[in-house]
């Protein structure tokens, strides 16, 4: 295996870890003005994903960085073409790490509401332009022969795009809404519960629409045939079978499945892709490879000893953390 396709591999992972991560942390958020009748069960909810956000947006930021130095032409393509979505993501997520932070400060009805609608917004603008954002890399943008992004921002919006964004979003809130069935109890479980039943379907409607788009729009499911291997279907029979899980009420196993479906999803995008990281719409052979758009050699062999020595400190810190707010949330200890 060449460095390029290793380094294409770790940023697929952090990508992959940042979707699972952050997915039920983007659902919960989007669901707190809504599942929350008042402050307190808007606090409990928000408290569920406290000892978390934060640690999981370190995914993006390695995923960012490791682009950054191992593909630097992918890099500056992509946020020169998605330049605008990019900033008001940035703006999103700035906005809810505030929220998080500011809302409990004051006692104030309004001012906790107005965070409480800050943090839903923060919450689902970004998965809103991650799908659209990964609709967009597997159709293809309008890129020169000299790497450089030559359409606007609204070429980066289509109904094929909006749809990826929709799945994204929907599929987001199914895994926060089982994340909530684990971290609280009695009348919000409940509540999240229905939430979960009432999304699961409509969630797969939508994504499995979205699957035979990318049929028609794309090559990321027949570059290599018709079938489109056993990663995408794996995935899809995962997302089918929540809803019986959850009607049998086996919320672990639900939210497990959801996270799969996110895991296997992702790595399907990124299999689709290679060896190109951005498709050109306009020809084929202005695309974006592993090997036109990276680093030079000496610079991965360092980056990739760095990454070995560094990464399994991190992935064990927060496995930890994880462990340590496994219970769930009490009304007696609420820290946000």
Known sequence: MTLNALWFIIIGLLFTGFFFLEGFDFGVGILVPLLGRNDTERRVLINSIGPFWDANEVWLIAAGASMF??????????????????????LALIGRGVAFEYRSKIEQPKWRKFWDWVIFAGSLIPPLLWGVALADLMKGVPIDGHMNYVGTFFDLLSWYSVLGGLSVVLLFVLHGALFITLRTAEDIRDRARNVAMKTGGLTTFILFAFVVATYIETDIFTKIGVDPGSIP???GLALVSVRFLVQA??????????GITIILSTMTVFVGLYPRVMISSLNANWSLTVFNASSNTYSLQVMTVVALTIVPFVVAYQIWSYWVFRK???????DY
Do not use: C, E, Q
Not at 70 to 89: C, D, E, Q, R
Not at 328 to 334: E, G, I, N
């Open 328 to 334: 769930r949330v009490k009304l007696d200890h609420l």
């Open 233 to 235: 279907i794996v995935a």
């Open 69 to 90: 130095a191992a593909f630097p032409n992918w890099y500056a393509t992509l946020f020169s073409g998605f330049y605008i979505a990019l900033f008001l993501m940035l």
């Open 249 to 258: 009420k086996h919320y672990a196993w639900a939210f497990a499945m959801t």
